[in-house]
């Protein structure tokens, strides 16, 4: 550890170790913020957000020059912006950005309940590793912890507490008042005072005014409390307010004997001096009788966790077994949890459920809710389970087939059957191997994950330290696909028992509970209502859910197909998009509505979802708001849910009748606008990082016209779309030749030939200047010989392609040679069908020789044959492949210059043999 880290760590464990004083810390705002995507935004975020929200309180963008400098203190930008944004808009939208940075730690579902300190609220916060080694510090010495004075507004220091056991007393005082006491304190509290205001159900203090304010009932009891303690500063920056106020009346009481360790994040004492005068003149006193004691160079994320340690950790962690902790960000399965959820759900609840919404605990316990096969597949082995080494079980399946309701029935299972079970209740909960092993080993622990391919890592490094132990189960599920994306091999965990298991198709028994289910629920049966009850009902059913293709299988979707025909399904969609219509995203530009189709509309082109850094950046929000902002309130619509990194439909049905719907309403939502946002948002941020599917995103305009005619999408307006998407890639990215071809090929196809031309010839005037010229060059002067072609040039079509044959520099592989020998003798076909001209008859017998002898693909050596036979080709099987490429080469040069057609700049005719002499090699 750098600089006084060591010091410091050596006097803090003596004084835990030896001295019955008390100790008071003091934390500011970098014990909740570690790193860019830790615990809440920290001051310079709050900032930058502020000035995109409210850019009309910098309009001279002093404010945004001083926070990109290094030079101005970002504690004084905060304070200004702060008091400029009171004045222009009042408390209120300080308040709400404060809001904003504290939910950056949120990571449940939905919003927290009031504070966000109800039991079920508190794993779903996330914690820095200051916060972590705080409550383990707290809970090794419970005597020696007894007050905490904040400047904070987030409630992570009590969550940090309250997560190992920890009691907390909170009091928050944002005028002058004594600290008054809340009332009775439960055994080992700690009390937590908040000098700055609280983010709920309190006000918040910002501006230099506020803090400068003099409040001197309250500092005369901040120094009375501090009194009696020992003071360990850390996180803070040591501003004018009322701590620094308590800290120098201190020095001017003669009776106070306190004794004051501040750490300072800074290493450099001339910058620490420079940063910290006016503090230090404060505290003049206490430096002369040595009660001021300075360490630099600390980060509170690192120096924290090291203390815990160093204060027996072990023994820290065996006394949070006892009083039922768990590891941090997880949730306790057990049956205070099932009881309160059982009965929560309504009939609405279920029939959206048994449309897609995922599933949560009211209805994964519900009695209502059928548990499949694979629930007795995962519980009964472990009921039973002998061996020296723990299980570990995998559920790979595709998406919609009942992995994560499986792993709930089995989690509520496991339960009811005595087991302590850990959910993972969200994927940024982290796994860290330290905090399983040290659980008590006094009854068996299943630990269940879903989309447990975000952290094979993890599991493996879990796996490798289980040692025996053989009471520490696993249930983890993963889509298929993403899970063999994360390189995932249940062979890997060589120290347990592994196991994969498959969901496999609807067997009979469970179909009728289906059927039953639906059955139980008004309106429940949907369209399997008209059929006949019994096995006519059960043999539909199993055939919907067997011939789904998105999934070879998927439940989901063959539940789909039964309960909605395509009116019905419309019907229900058009719902769903009114009531998303009507919500807006906090902190976006867009409706939810508009984030359910970028979505949909990325399904539609083919793609098997979007990836979530990309759809956040479409919204305007950050990725970390995603889950709580969007993702948890269309899952309750039972529109789209997580896959991985991406997010998808829940099922193409429902994004194919979203898109198709934009036709019959004006939404205000442009589907060109869409493709176009996305592709440019795509290439922007390709840039910074390595998108799932980036290549098929930037050229989606490609796929768009045939993808959206099979939706319901007259061709026009489907070539319309596309096109606008393909401008978007070029406003985007204009120095990439291959986005020139997309939109080039696009014009070509929507017959706009001429269109195409134009735009390929101008293109090819400057065709070296593209980056990518020397890879896409083959590509642009293939297409544009087809443009040529398609308006009735085959001689310039001829030149076009031998330029194209030019760039492939040889490297085009003997079956992709197959394409050039059909379009060449398709130009040397209409050559001849124009003139009748015995050199094209020619040329037409050397090209198809030369597909006899080239190894092409049998249907593109009968299009040639079948051309050369149109073009009334003379025999050829006793040509040599110099004869055949000797009379395709003359041809080319013949043809072109007896027509006059242009020659492309930087293309000599006469040089044809040497560029494409490498034909020969072909055959």
Known sequence: ??????????????????????????????????????????????????????????????????????????????????????????????????????????????????????????????????????????????DALKLIVTTNFDPLIEVALQRVGVPTRRRIITADAPISDPGPRATNAVDIVYVHGFWHGAPTMHTPEQLMFSRPRLQAAIVNALKSHDVFVMGYGGWDDVITGALESLTLDDGAA?????????????????????????????????????????????????????????????????????????????????????????????????????????????????????????????????????????????????????????????????????????????????????????VPTAIVIDDADNCVDELRELADKMQRRNSLHLIAASRLADWRYANGEVEDFEQVEGRTISIGSLSRREGREVIDAWASVPQGLGQLAQVDPGEQRLERLLSAVASDRRSNGSLLGGLF?????????????????????????????????????????????????????????????????????????????????????????????????????????????????????????????????????????VHLSTQLPQSLVSVGYLRDKAFAIALKAARASIEAEPALLVYQTDLGSLLRKAHKTKEAIELYGLVDEQVRNFRDWRRAAPGFYFDYSLAFSDASDPYSALLCIAAAWKFEAGSISRADSGKYFVQMTRFFLQAYEETMSDRARLALAGTARLADLAMISAQDHALCVANAAAGKAPARSGLSASQAYELVDKAILLLTRDRGSQTLPGYQTGELQRKTSHLLALV
């Open 1 to 142: 550890m750098p600089d006084d880290s060591d010091l410091l760590l050596t006097r803090l464990a003596h004084r835990f170790d030896t001295d019955d004083r008390p100790l008071a810390v003091v934390l500011g705002s970098a014990i909740s913020h570690q790193g860019a995507h830790r615990g809440v935004s920290d001051v310079k975020g709050i900032v930058a957000a502020g000035l995109a929200r409210f850019p009309e309180v910098d309009a001279d963008q002093s404010l945004l020059r001083a926070l990109e400098s290094s030079a101005v203190d970002v504690g004084e930008i905060y304070r200004s912006f702060m008091g400029r944004l009171v004045k222009a808009h009042g408390r209120a939208a300080a308040d709400a950005l404060i809001r904003d940075a504290v939910l950056l730690a949120w990571q449940g579902s939905g919003s927290p309940v009031d504070d966000g300190l109800s039991p079920g609220d508190l794993g779903n916060w996330q914690l820095t590793d200051g916060l972590v080694g705080l409550g383990k510090i707290a809970v090794s010495r419970p």
């Open 561 to 697: 197909r039964l309960r909605y025909d395509r009116e019905g399904l419309d019907a229900h969609v058009n719902s769903m998009l009114d009531a998303l219509e009507r919500q807006g995203i906090e902190g976006s530009h867009v409706s939810l509505l508009k984030a359910f189709i970028y979505v949909s509309a990325i399904e539609v082109a083919g793609l098997d979802g979007i990836d979530r850094r990309l759809w956040a950046d479409l919204l305007g929000i950050d990725v970390r708001f995603l889950r709580r902002t969007v993702e948890y309130r269309l899952g309750t619509e039972a529109a789209t849910a997580r896959a991985g990194g991406l997010v998808q439909v829940r099922h193409p049905e429902l994004a194919n009748s979203a898109i198709r719907l934009l036709l019959a309403r004006d939404r205000g939502v442009e589907l060109g606008d869409v493709y176009a946002d996305i592709v440019a948002s795509a290439i922007s941020l390709g840039r910074q990082f390595d998108l799932r599917n980036y290549s098929r995103i």
């Open 258 to 442: 306190a004794e004051v360790m501040w750490a300072f994040y800074e290493s450099d004492p001339v910058v620490l001096q420079t940063r910290n005068r006016t503090l230090l003149s404060r505290v003049g006193r206490l430096i002369i009788e040595g009660l001021f004691h300075q360490y630099a160079g600390i980060n509170c994320h690192q120096l924290l966790p090291e203390l815990a340690r160093k204060l027996d950790s072990g023994r820290a962690v065996e006394t949070t077994a006892l009083v039922g902790e768990i590891p941090s960000g997880w949730m306790l399965v057990d049956d205070a949890l099932i009881t309160g959820a059982r009965g929560l759900h309504s009939d609405q609840d279920l029939r959206a459920y048994f449309d897609g919404r995922s599933p949560d605990w009211a209805v994964a316990s519900s009695s209502v809710v059928p548990s499949m096969a694979v629930v007795d597949q995962l519980c009964e082995p472990l009921l039973d389970w002998r061996s020296e080494r723990p299980l570990w079980q995998f559920v790979l399946a595709a998406s919609g087939d009942g992995k994560s309701t499986a792993l709930m029935q089995a989690a509520c299972r496991l339960a009811a059957s005595g087991w302590r079970v850990l959910w993972r209740p969200h994927p940024g909960a982290s796994l860290n191997p330290h905090e399983f092993l040290c659980l008590a080993d006094d």
